[in-house]
């Protein structure tokens, strides 16, 4: 596996691939890889002659006082992962190379201007998604990708960047990829590294209200509101639990709805301890 820690390095060898006529897949991560990262891997492998996987922790995706110092990282153990699983290339870049005005500062960025990534996670993360969407947008232009590959995990996130692939004329063919879940139902996530024993324990509410979720629509209930008052009772049974939000909204635009009908995304963030945690489900009812 290459290892490119420059955009010049990643230009080069796509080019060098381009010329040999095969296609490439490129899967956005910030490190700390786990399963979840590896099942992208692994559908993008199955779709594209070369994969490219990003490893860089997005400093203009995280507000004050978030943690992006804290946020765990091991290069080592990523590469392991990703050359285990097929991947030809990990571009690695320095916060520099990705944000040359130094200390992770940008002056030019890609926003989705209505109120998108104002719902879920929005609401408390005002910025975040112009981070996610400026650093995905320059890891386009960097590999030029034919697909790319996103977890449903952060299903805001695919939302957007699909919305942002069909609003500047990207050409990049999105891949969403299921969740992957630890076998007690906990979503995997390198955030799950914050937690201690209890709260690892405690942290089985949000797969316990998703799977709850899941069985009220499939036995029909369209009332969004009770299907939510249902997770939100439960989830609040846990002390050591605190909801962000519990939310249905619809599956493209994410804004709110009162009634299960179509594509409707059931999400959630919720605090254990001093760790956010989400998760959520598609209905299609
Ligand atoms: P992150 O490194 O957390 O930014 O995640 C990079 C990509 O992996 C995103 O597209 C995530 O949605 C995806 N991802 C993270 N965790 C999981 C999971 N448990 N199952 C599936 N995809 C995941």
Redesign the pocket.
């Known amino acids: 596996m290459i290892i490119a820690k420059t955009v010049e390095e990643v230009r080069s060898q796509v080019r060098e691939w381009r010329k040999e006529g095969l296609t490439v897949g490129l899967?956005?991560?910030?490190?700390?890889?786990?399963?979840?990262?590896a099942?992208?891997i692994d559908k993008a492998v199955s779709m594209c002659d070369r994969v490219v996987a990003s490893d860089f922790v997005n400093p203009t995706q995280f507000g004050p006082g978030e943690d992006l110092e804290a946020y765990p990282r091991d290069f080592d153990h990523d590469c392991q992962l990703l050359e285990a699983h097929g991947c030809h290339m990990v571009f690695h870049p320095s916060v520099d190379e990705m944000y040359p005005d130094g200390n992770g500062k940008t002056d030019t960025y890609i926003e989705i201007l209505d109120d998108m990534p104002k719902q879920l996670c929005g609401k408390t993360r005002p910025i975040h998604f112009r981070g996610v969407c400026t650093v995905v947008g320059k890891l386009f232009n960097i590999v030029m990708p034919d697909k790319a590959?996103?977890?449903?995990?952060?299903a805001q996130?695919?939302a957007i960047i699909r919305r942002m692939v069909r609003d500047l004329s990207y050409g990049i063919e999105i891949v969403g990829?299921?969740?992957?879940?630890e076998e007690d139902g906990l979503?995997?996530?390198?955030r799950n590294t914050y937690l201690n024993a209890e709260e690892r324990q405690a942290a089985l509410v949000l797969s316990q209200a998703i799977r709850m979720a899941e069985k009220m629509t499939a036995e029909g209930e369209t009332d969004a509101e009770k299907v939510l008052a249902a997770m939100r009772e439960h989830i609040e049974k846990e002390p050591l639990a605190k909801i962000d939000y519990v939310s249905a909204v619809d599956g493209v635009t994410m804004a709110p709805v009162t009634e299960i009908k179509g594509n409707v995304l059931i999400a959630m963030a919720v605090y254990i301890g001093k760790t956010r945690l989400i998760d959520n489900c598609s209905v299609n009812a």
């Open positions: 899967v956005p991560t910030m490190g700390y890889l786990h399963e979840g990262h099942s992208l590959f996103f977890g449903q995990k952060d996130q695919l990829c299921p969740i992957v879940r979503a995997k996530s390198s």
